[in-house]
């Protein structure tokens, strides 16, 4: 079994373990595979031993990869799903709309209408998750918590964008208990957008060091980058 695979059983495991450990039904949680920095040869490594969904954060990186991915054979089945997890700026959305199934760091409303409006006619609505900024001063991503609920409004009126939850990166923690209480602050906010009438089922949080708190705090999506495909090279990350 190549490493790749054995990362990916490992990581599942993980995965597996905590749902069972916080009394949540098996497969509640997705795993992402965060494939930045590696190259398309890694990526088939993953679909081989059966992953299917990758996020990618550079987009120019990101489209090359779907491109390469497109182009090998034999064709997965199901399809790939690839999701943009990284930094947006105004005059790289329209690959973005373009090429991607998800993004998970909508933080603005001008991004999310130039998405809307960019998004090629023959394809589904693009998913969206709103990045929230959990850990305040530290972070200088996402949208305050207190924006959110008004971000979530303008995403949900717009036609090719389809409103499915929030994405939070914590501030990095070793102590779990630190990490679930971060993890906790996002699942409120969640939630108090569900009982606003917003119909959200996706909690997209916890990376390679802190998935076991983001299962056991509600997440449906794990993003998980380093376990999987080793450590990046570049400082980028
Ligand atoms: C890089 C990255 C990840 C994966 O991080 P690891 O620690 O390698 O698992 C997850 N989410 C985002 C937004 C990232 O940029």
């Known amino acids: 079994m190549s490493r790749i695979a054995q990362n990916l059983q490992a990581v599942i495991s993980t995965i597996v373990a905590s749902e069972h450990e916080a009394g949540r039904a098996p497969q509640s949680v997705r795993l992402l595979a965060v494939s930045k920095t590696f190259g ?8 081989a031993a ?5 996020g990618e ?5 990101g489209v090359d990869k779907i491109r390469a991915l ?3 054979t034999p064709v997965p089945d199901p399809a790939l799903e690839w999701h943009f997890i990284g930094p ?13 199934d998800w993004v998970h760091t909508v933080e603005r409303e001008k991004i999310a209408l130039r998405l809307s409006e960019q998004r090629p006619a023959g394809l589904a609505p693009l998913n969206i998750c709103l990045q929230v900024n959990i850990s305040g001063e530290a972070s200088k991503s996402g949208a305050a918590p207190e924006d959110v609920a008004a971000l979530a409004q303008a995403v949900a009126g717009l036609p090719n964008l389809r409103l499915r939850g929030l994405m939070a990166i914590p501030e990095p923690e070793e102590d779990v208990a630190k990490q679930r209480a971060a993890f906790r602050r996002v ?9 606003q009438g917003f119909a959200l ?3 997209s949080m916890g990376m390679s060091g802190d998935m076991r708190a983001a ?11 380093s376990a999987i495909f080793g450590a990046r090279s570049y400082a980028a990350q």
């Open 40 to 47: 398309a040869d890694a990526v088939q490594e993953a679909v």
């Open 50 to 54: 059966g992953q299917r969904a990758f």
């Open 57 to 61: 954060n550079y987009v120019q990186e």
């Open 70 to 72: 497109a182009a090998a």
């Open 88 to 100: 947006i700026q105004s005059n790289k959305t329209r690959p973005i709309a373009e090429h991607f």
């Open 187 to 195: 699942r409120a906010l969640y939630e108090a957008l569900r009982a």
């Open 201 to 203: 089922d996706t909690l």
């Open 215 to 225: 299962v056991l705090e509600g997440a449906t999506i794990v993003r998980v980058g």
